[in-house]
């Protein structure tokens, strides 16, 4: 089974157009941000908001409430499932 993770972006990556940082449960981790980008708009724009991310893409935005319910409830499953552990605290993001 394949999940996503919620992120926020906080920053764009100095030297890769089209990627970003995230942070996933106080980890950074660097996404492609092709897919969550707004037509006309900075990728700057990005800055702050929450996506879900799968093996190192943004698939989708999100807002901070899925989010934080998402990982609540991956926090929850950790306490029943050791590969969720390792996909919330080893950076690994699919």
């Known amino acids: 089974m394949c ?4 992120g926020q ?3 764009l990556h100095e030297q890769r157009a089209g990627h970003a940082w ?5 980890l950074r981790r ?9 037509p006309g708009q900075p990728p700057d724009a990005l800055i ?3 996506v879900l ?3 190192g893409f943004a698939l989708s ?4 409430q899925e989010a934080q319910e998402t990982l609540a409830a991956l926090h929850a499953m950790e306490e029943v499932e ?3 552990t390792l996909l919330l605290r080893s950076g690994a993001t699919g």
Do not use: F, K, S, T
């Not at 995230?22 to 106080?26: F, N, P």
């Open 3 to 6: 999940i996503g993770v919620p």
């Open 9 to 11: 972006i906080v920053a």
């Open 22 to 26: 995230a942070e996933v449960c106080g």
């Open 30 to 38: 660097e996404v492609n941000i092709a897919l969550v980008a707004e």
């Open 48 to 50: 702050g908001c929450w």
């Open 53 to 55: 991310i799968h093996v």
């Open 61 to 64: 935005r999100i807002d901070e």
């Open 82 to 84: 050791a590969d969720v």
